[in-house]
């Protein structure tokens, strides 16, 4: 059980001794430092935390603010830990998901946003119905005109709202995209990243290739992801499946790569449906032999 601490200021200029001070004294072991707006959710070190933390640790913060500006995903990266059968820690805020108190404040974190959420829907409606009755048009005037300022600025605004409702899902898949592709086909990287994520959370090809085309494009992720997947062997299939989860999860046992491979429905090299930690250990060393878990440990 490791507690691990996340410091983190807005621009270079501004110092981040205080937060270390206050995280190696409430017994971190391991801080990890990062200068980077609050706003922006695709944080690169916030996201190596969250996919290298695991079961029973705790990431702990000075005050929320240091890892989230919005209860939404101050509540998707508490999410995030649970899956991982993590906690959340604030220093100077009453919120310690491994305690009882801890848990309750977070459900009532949790029914405020759904609360401030439902008042924003019904000020909507209402407006829009007051502005109805009045005879107001509704919509923007430049676009109406097809005014190329005015086409522009909503097509930025709509890449900018996109980009950041994608923001909030990266950590789920960014760090498999980097790490898999073009390595891996599509398909398989898919299925590996919804193997670990719920039901509601999962992802379709199209959207997840909308969203890496998009990262790439603005330079979160590099051009090379999105080249063309090397064929490979059939045999060859399932050892680079398991090198992937197991490059993933250095940690992770062979009952819980079992439990990933049902969850991914991948079938046993002789087309069962139940594996084996047997099977599992045969295609590690087929993966080790081809040099694939080498190469993932590189990544």
């Not at 996340?6 to 072991?29: E, K, M, N």
């Not at 922006?40 to 989230?68: W, Y």
């Not at 819980?256 to 491979?261: E, M, T």
């Amino acid at each position: 059980m490791r507690l691990i601490g996340y410091a983190r200021v807005s621009t270079d200029d501004q110092t981040l001794l205080p937060q270390v001070q206050a995280l190696t004294g409430a017994g971190c072991a391991t801080i990890q430092e990062e200068h980077a707006s609050g706003g922006n959710r695709a944080r690169p070190v916030l996201a190596r935390v969250l996919e290298a933390i695991r079961r029973g640790d705790t990431l702990v913060v000075v005050r929320i603010d240091r890892l989230a500006r919005s209860l939404s995903h101050l509540l998707e990266v508490i999410e995030q830990l649970e899956a991982k059968g993590a906690f959340f820690r604030s220093i100077e805020d009453p919120i310690d998901t491994a305690s009882p108190q801890g848990k309750f404040t977070l459900q009532v974190l949790g029914a405020a946003a759904e609360f401030e959420r439902a008042l924003i829907r019904e000020r909507t409606k209402a407006g829009l119905a007051s502005a109805r009755l009045e005879g107001r048009i509704g919509g923007n005037p430049g676009l109406r005109a097809r005014n190329p300022d005015a086409l522009r600025k909503v097509r930025m605004a709509r890449h900018e709202g996109y980009m950041e409702r994608v923001g909030q899902t990266a950590t789920d898949w960014v760090p498999q995209v980097r790490r898999l592709r073009p390595h891996m086909a599509w398909e398989d990287v898919l299925r590996i990243i919804n193997a670990t994520l719920p039901p509601n959370r999962h992802w379709t090809q199209a959207r997840l290739l909308r969203a890496v085309r998009a990262y790439v494009r603005d330079g979160f992720l590099p051009p090379e992801v999105l080249g063309r997947a090397a064929r490979r062997v059939g045999d060859d299939r399932l050892p680079a499946i398991v090198a992937a989860i197991k490059g993933a999860d250095p940690q992770i046992t062979l009952l819980q790569i079992c439990d990933r491979l049902e969850a991914m429905r991948e079938r046993t090299p002789r087309g069962r449906t139940k594996w084996q930690p047997s099977s599992v250990r045969m295609l590690l060393e087929r993966a080790e032999r081809l040099g694939m878990l080498s190469v993932r440990r590189k990544d």
